[in-house]
């Protein structure tokens, strides 16, 4: 048996969510509120079974059975994604890569590049991130960008330069979109450094603020520094259907002279093999007329709901961010309580929350409340917060 490796074990023990599930089911809650949860809690549109559906039938047939699929998906499903998601943003097809989530796409990424690549990335923000340059070997490489409440939780370009930036819009956990700007300083900044910056939009259906780009490539200048990546997941349902994608422009050139979009796709050709088709159908369906009409009855269930959570948690006095672009709002813990104090006390009202200190150690002080909670569930933990 050989040894495993190292880097593996450098992750953290006790993966922070399963930490939370342990003082969770300690509790036996008769009736949990939980506003932890980042994941849906509306059914899928109609839409999208139908076509999942049709497809699944396809499949049953001799004429339309469909085997393997290209790695980097198909046709049908790009030629949407180019017309509606960047219908004026001069985006190719075979910029377009098909993925089964941002997850794999976000933690497989870096893979691309060298392990001795200088990384930058926000902190607090979403885990994966750094978990996956852990894993890479890039423990000591990673360089944390705060976000902190002054610069309105944006991240700051440093004075040192950076290989990959990760950059994350509208902000898990913080819940702030990055400003037109805020974007245009990255863009100059690793157009000087010659960095590259991964993009990920995974919230960017939840934005209601004007001027607030929803692509990267808004910015003049994006495609020669930005791969892009949407999903599926939180826009259309997808969580468990499994579908996102990437946008790889073809100018984007790594410092010796590689091309990143073809090295995705050898990468992909290796280690993906593509998302199946009756998932692409579904995802097909999302962009239908009829398609967009009930995914954005959804997104409003879950923007409604989270209006309502921000304006109640105002109403009791705290002092909250977020939750305007995006489903969640990210709450400061009253009387310097730390991030696991405030989630146990809001257990002991039945409410569960996201620690902020598991998204990095300047989310210590606060906690992570979500809007896609269902609306009941969000009015009754207000009122349970009352109490505290
Ligand atoms: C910022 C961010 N990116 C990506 C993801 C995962 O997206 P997907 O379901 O497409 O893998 C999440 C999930 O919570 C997220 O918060």
């Known amino acids: 048996m050989p040894n495993v490796n190292p880097d593996l ?11 939370i599930d342990k003082k969770v089911k300690l509790k036996n809650l008769k009736n949990p509120l939980n506003l932890g949860i980042g994941d849906i809690t509306q059914p899928l549109a109609s839409s999208i079974i139908e076509a999942l ?18 790695s980097d998906g198909y046709l049908f499903l790009k030629e949407k994604i180019k017309e509606n998601d960047y219908l004026n943003l001069d985006i190719d097809i075979d910029e377009i890569f098909i993925s089964n989530g941002i997850k ?15 990384v930058g990335i926000a902190n607090p923000s979403y885990p994966v991130y750094v978990d996956a340059n852990v894993i890479g070997g890039r423990k000591q490489n990673i360089l944390y960008l705060p976000l902190k409440e002054e610069n309105n939780f944006e991240p700051i370009c440093p004075q040192s330069a950076l290989d990959i930036i990760y950059l994350c819009s509208p902000n898990n956990p ?41 692509s990267i490539y808004e910015i003049e200048g994006a495609k020669d520094v930005a791969i892009e990546m949407r999903s599926f997941s939180k826009q259309a349902g997808f969580t468990s259907l499994r579908c996102s994608y990437l946008v790889i422009p073809k100018k984007l050139k790594s ?33 239908s007329k009829t398609g967009k009409v009930e995914i954005q009855k959804t997104i409003d269930i879950y923007q409604q709901n989270t209006k309502i959570l921000l304006n109640g948690l105002k109403k009791l006095d705290y002092k909250v961010y977020g939750g305007i672009d995006s489903p969640y709002v990210w709450c400061k813990n009253p009387n310097n309580l730390t991030s696991w104090q405030f989630f146990d006390k809001l257990l ?19 906690i992570r409340f979500s809007g896609f909670a269902k609306k009941e569930i969000i009015l009754e933990a207000l009122n349970n917060l009352k109490a505290l």
């Open 9 to 19: 074990l450098k992750l953290k023990n006790n993966y922070f969510f399963n930490e």
């Open 53 to 70: 559906k049709k497809a699944s039938l396809e499949m049953g047939s001799k004429k339309t059975l469909k085997g393997y699929g290209p």
């Open 104 to 118: 794999y796409s976000a933690s497989n990424i870096g893979d691309l590049f060298s392990k001795k690549s200088l």
């Open 174 to 214: 913080t819940g702030i979109a990055q400003s037109r700007q805020s974007l245009e300083m990255w863009v100059d900044y690793a157009k000087k450094h010659q960095s590259v910056i991964i993009f990920d939009g995974a919230y960017g259906s939840f934005i209601t603020s004007d001027n607030i780009p929803r």
């Open 255 to 287: 410092k010796d002279n590689f091309l990143i979009n073809s090295l995705w796709k050898k990468y992909i050709d290796v280690r993906l093999g593509g998302v199946s088709y009756p998932i692409q159908k579904a995802a097909e369906a999302i962009f």
């Open 348 to 366: 002991d009202k039945s409410i569960i929350s996201i620690p902020g200190s598991g998204f990095g150690t300047l989310g210590e002080g606060y």
